[in-house]
């Protein structure tokens, strides 16, 4: 089981991995935006997936 946490705006995937970290804790690393388009991020608007498999 994969988990993902995908960019709401843009589709990137910020994280992804087999353990499943606190959101807030993924987003403080990327200083709460998005490395790809740099939006603003909160953990309200993130959507977390998880990848069967
Ligand atoms: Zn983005």
């Known amino acids: 089981m994969v988990f993902e946490i995908v960019c ?5 995937v910020v994280y992804s991995g087999s353990e499943l970290k606190p959101l807030g804790k993924v987003l403080k ?7 790809k388009c740099g939006v603003k991020l909160s953990s309200e608007d993130f959507e977390i997936e998880i ?3």
């Open 51 to 53: 990848v069967e498999g």
């Open 8 to 12: 709401p705006k843009c589709g990137e």
């Open 29 to 35: 690393e990327y200083d709460y935006s998005c490395p």
